[in-house]
C-alpha cells in the first residue's frame, strides 16, 4: 500500500490566504447585500502598464510565426532577461551580480518555498515572528520543522525570531544558532524595513556562523527611504552567505502572469559544494522555464517607458497606504508599516484577538483583512492590511472602519 508524506499531515488548518478568502466567500453568499471590500492577500489590482501590454503583444506575434517561434524557454531564464536584471536590479545598485547568477522561475512563492529543498533535513531555520506563512510551511512539508505545539501555535525545530513594536518590528540576532535564517524586508507582514547598517549585522554574523540567509526582497519597490537596502547584496559579504528572492508581482502586477527570479551567487559554497550547482541542477531538473512571452514582459518592466509607468503605478499604490495610515491613526488606532511597503499592520482595538477582529471588521465594516495570528504568535494582537486595492475602495473602507 502506498504511504503518504507524513510531514504533510503535522500541518495544522490550510494555508493562510486559502482560510481567509474561504471565509471571506462565505461571508459574501450570506451578506449578497454587502459589498465586501478585500484588503487581504497581497494581490493587485491596477492593470498591467502599456508598456507590458504591448511586449505581451509582440512577443504572441513572435510564437505565431516560423522564423520567431520559441519552443521550451532555457531552463534558467533567457539571456536577454537575466542580463537585464543584473544591469538594472543590481549594477546599478553597485552589487556585484552575474546574469548566470540569476535564475529566472513563475515566482517568489514557488522558489520560497521550493529552496529548502537543496538544504540537509538537519538544518535548523531562524524565522521572523511573525512571518510569511511559506517559510515555515514548505519546511514542515520537509520534515524539517519538528513537532507543533497545538497551544504556542509554535514548531520545535524552529527558531523563532519576535518582531514586535519594541524593535520596529526588526528580528534581533538569535541566541540559538541557526543554519538557515529566513528574512524578509521590506517586511510581510509587518510592512518594517530595515536600514543597511542593520542589514550588514546578519550578513556579518551568518558570515561568522556558517548560516545562509534566504532574503526574500519582494517589496523592494515600495523602498521610499534613502537607507533602506533594496538588495541584500548592498551589504559587503553577501556573496557567501545569501540568496535572494525577487519577484514581479508587487513590482509591475505580474501576480496573474507569474514571473520572479532568485540569485544564488556562485561564491556561496559550503565545503566546497556550491549551492549554485545545486539550485542549477533542481532548476533544469523540475522547471521547464517561464514562458517567452511573460519574459519578454518582465524584459519591458525594465524599460524607460516601463519603468516610468510603474513608478506611478507604485506612487498609485503608495498613495493608498498613506491613506490607510493616516486614516486608522486618526480613528485612534495604532498603525506602523505603510512607508517602505504596501502593507498596514495595526495594533487590534482593546487588545481583540486577530481573528475575532476580522470577524469583526468584515461583518460591521464589510472590509476583509488578515489576522496577525495567521502570521505567527507574535502576529496576535495585530492584523495586516493592504494597500493594493482601487484608491476609491481604499477610501471607503478607511471610512468604513472609522465609522465602526
Ligand atoms: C500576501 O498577501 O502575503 C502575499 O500576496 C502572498 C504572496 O505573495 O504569495
Redesign the pocket.
Known sequence: MFKVNKDYLKLPGSYL?SETGRRIREFEAAHPEKKVIRLS???VTQPLAPAIIEALHDAVDEMGHEETFRGYAPDLGYEFLRSTIAEHDYRARGCEIAPDEIFVSDGA?CDSGNIQEIFDKDNKIAVCDPV?P?YVDSNVMAGRAGTYDREKETWSNVIYMPCTSATNFAPELPRETPDMIYLCFPN??TGAAVTKAQLARWVDYANQKGAVIIYDA?YEAYISQEDVPHSIYECEGARTCAIELRSF?KNAGFTGLRLGYTVVPKDLKVNDVSLHSLWARRHGTKYNGAPYIVQRAGEAVYSAKGEAQLKQQIAYYMKNAACILQGLRDAGYRVSGGVNAPYIWLETPKGMGSWQFFDELLENAGVAG?PGAGFGPNGEGYFRL?AFGSYENTVEAVRRIKEM
Do not use: C, L, R
Open positions: 490566504f492577500i497581497g494581490d512563492k510569511y511559506v510581510n507582514p519582494a508581482s488578515t493592504t
